[in-house]
């Protein structure tokens, strides 16, 4: 299946009305057993199940309005339409219209910084599908709302939810079956920390990284099994608001996918000298007994997980974080 026929399945039934202004908002999500290897590169349909963490009011704001031609603004700058990211939105909103029409004015708001491992496509395809949703007036149920993020990037199905989301990997071929879940729990107290090391875009993207490590790293064939232990244990430890247990697999999890990149031929690495020097901090306040724990996505900026109750030793330790609470109200 293409991915415009899977739209068109999805979409069977649903009204096709005229497409109006719509304004959407989709959070930043942190993996806490990440998504790392794809079984169809076409329609972003990845090899193992995660869980993610929304980041609350961190993410993207989409307005779109319907106009003569394409034209995309990104935290109130027109973007080329030549770069790559006008040329992923543009491909994205073709899925949607015949012969080039309705075209859109799209206005998106990152309060993320754009590609710097913290998750804006993620936020930018689900607040795009939440505004398409709206501007159609298509009403979709949050499945197939993932199932149409997911087509963007990958990890942009969970971003469609709040709190805890699961993306299960399916099996179909079609993706069907492979979409995210928000689980059925909170934890008010939690926090996320973001450290930034460096918020430049990176050189590698993850879907070139992704190939390159399934293709060419001898340790990816252990990610799966890693990867199907971690998921229970996660489920279980946000089930019981266990810190030290969802925090240590986090952690691991985080680590280990990492290390199946640095196997790769040639080895990729998004640490930078002060990523490190981070983690080394991090567990330096655990051995001196401040309950903290971090985990890393496709570039070298940590996000810090830990409780309320503990915010006031762990902001003395790392004064720069940006504290998040994905279940304040
Ligand atoms: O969805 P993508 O292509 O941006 O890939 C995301 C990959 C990680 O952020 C490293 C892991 C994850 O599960 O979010």
């Known amino acids: 299946m293409t991915k415009q026929e899977v739209v068109q399945c999805i979409l069977a039934g649903r009204s096709n009305g005229a497409a109006a202004e719509a304004s959407r908002f989709a959070p930043a999500n942190i993996a806490l057993c990440k998504y790392w290897g794809k079984r169809d590169e076409m329609l972003n349909l990845p090899r193992t199940s995660s869980l993610s963490v929304s980041l609350e009011s961190l ?18 700058d ?40 913290l998750a804006s496509s993620a936020s930018g395809f689900a607040a795009l599908v939440l505004a398409l949703d709206g501007a159609f007036g298509w009403n979709l149920p949050p499945r197939e709302a993932s199932i149409l993020a ?12 709040c709190g805890f989301a ?26 996320l920390g973001i450290l930034t090391v460096s918020s430049e875009q990176k050189a590698l993207g993850s879907r070139a990284a992704m190939r390159q490590t399934v293709e060419t790293s001898p340790l990816y064939a252990s990610w799966p099994e890693t990867v199907a232990g971690d998921l229970p244990r996660l489920r279980a430890a946000i089930a019981q608001r266990d810190l030290e247990e969802m925090g240590s697999v986090a952690e691991a999890n985080a680590l280990a996918m990492h290390a199946t ?11 930078q000298p002060d990523s490190v020097t981070m983690m080394e901090r991090v567990w330096a306040a655990r051995a001196d007994s401040t309950p903290v724990y971090f985990t890393m996505d496709a570039g ?17 330790r790392f004064p720069e974080a940006k504290v998040v609470a994905p279940f304040a109200d």
């Open 59 to 76: 993410g993207t704001h989409t307005r779109i309005t319907p106009a003569g031609s394409d034209e995309i603004l990104l935290n109130g």
């Open 78 to 117: 027109p973007v080329d339409s030549s770069t790559s990211f006008a040329g992923r939105i543009v491909e994205f909103l073709d899925l949607f219209r015949v012969n080039g029409q309705p075209a859109f004015h799209v206005e998106t708001r990152n309060s993320v910084p754009t590609a710097a491992g």
């Open 150 to 161: 997911r087509l963007g990037s990958g990890s942009a199905c969970r971003s469609v939810f």
């Open 166 to 191: 699961e993306w299960h990997a399916g099996t179909a071929s079609n993706g069907l079956d492979s979409f995210a879940e928000r689980l059925d729990a909170d934890w008010p107290a939690l926090r």
């Open 261 to 271: 990149m640095m196997g790769a031929r040639p080895a990729i690495l998004y640490w």
């Open 300 to 316: 070298p900026n940590l996000k810090l997980l830990f409780e309320e109750g503990s915010a006031a030793s762990v902001l003395e």
